[in-house]
């Protein structure tokens, strides 16, 4: 069965599904979609986001619950524990990530970016709401070596994306790295994920995609 992942690397909830896709050894196309209220589009995904799959039995939007179809669908490599409550802990880790971290920090990305000026208002409030984000989400990262503690799992494939990007945002707008001050030991976290052959070719073709949208800027 044949998954094609629509969206573009630029993206880290693209990148999200993408290294899901590579770590579960899941055979995927990829088709370079922009967000868009197109007609097209909107059959696709509802709201004209991205990432969105296509399956067999249709078409699936929304990162976490593309994530979930993955892992059930395809049971080999598994990505989250075996024990009921150990899962929940993961896709709390996740939700507490992408909620109060992730869609935090999206606000910065227009200037960290994109280039276009975000108001000194808008910088003030998502520093306080990103560090209470950043505090609560520490609390739940073991780092032991893994998000949560000796196995690689879902919350790394979340963890790796979104982290990175919103530590490359906060450099650049307030001049310091709100992600390592608040989460200590976060650089090693990252160097490991890197280590990993499917983390390789991702950030590669996060490189390569940035490139190409910066040059036709």
């Given amino acids: 069965m044949m998954i094609t992942l629509y969206g573009f690397a630029i993206s880290n909830y693209y990148n999200k599904i993408k290294f899901a896709l590579m770590e579960k050894e899941i055979g995927f196309i990829e088709e370079r979609v922009a967000p868009s209220q197109d007609e097209a589009v909107l059959k696709r995904s509802p709201l004209g986001k991205i990432p969105f799959i296509k399956t067999p039995e249709g078409y699936l939007s929304e990162s976490q619950a593309i994530l979930d179809y993955l892992e059930e669908s395809f049971p080999a490599h598994p990505l989250y524990p075996a024990d009921a409550f150990d899962r929940a802990k993961c896709r709390e880790f996740i939700l507490h990530l992408e909620l109060n971290v992730e869609q935090v920090a999206r606000r910065l990305y227009t200037e960290a970016v994109f280039g276009n000026n975000?108001?000194?208002?808008?910088?003030?409030?998502?520093?306080?709401?990103?560090?209470?984000?950043?505090?609560?989400?520490?609390?739940?990262?073991?780092?032991?070596?893994?998000?949560?503690?000796?196995?690689?799992?879902?919350?790394?494939?979340?963890?790796?994306?979104?982290?990175?990007?919103?530590?490359?945002?906060?450099?650049?707008?307030?001049?310091?790295?709100?992600?390592?001050?608040?989460?200590?030991?976060?650089?090693?976290?990252?160097?490991?994920?890197?280590?990993?052959?499917?983390?390789?070719?991702?950030?590669?073709?996060?490189?390569?995609?940035?490139?190409?949208?910066?040059?036709g800027k």
């Fill in 118 to 215: 975000v108001s000194a208002a808008t910088k003030e409030d998502v520093k306080a709401k990103l560090t209470t984000g950043l505090k609560a989400l520490a609390k739940l990262m073991a780092l032991k070596p893994y998000a949560l503690g000796d196995n690689f799992s879902a919350a790394d494939i979340a963890a790796w994306p979104h982290l990175q990007l919103i530590s490359f945002a906060s450099q650049k707008i307030y001049d310091e790295d709100l992600v390592a001050i608040y989460i200590p030991g976060v650089e090693r976290y990252f160097k490991r994920i890197e280590s990993r052959h499917y983390a390789q070719k991702v950030a590669e073709d996060r490189a390569a995609a940035l490139a190409e949208f910066f040059q």
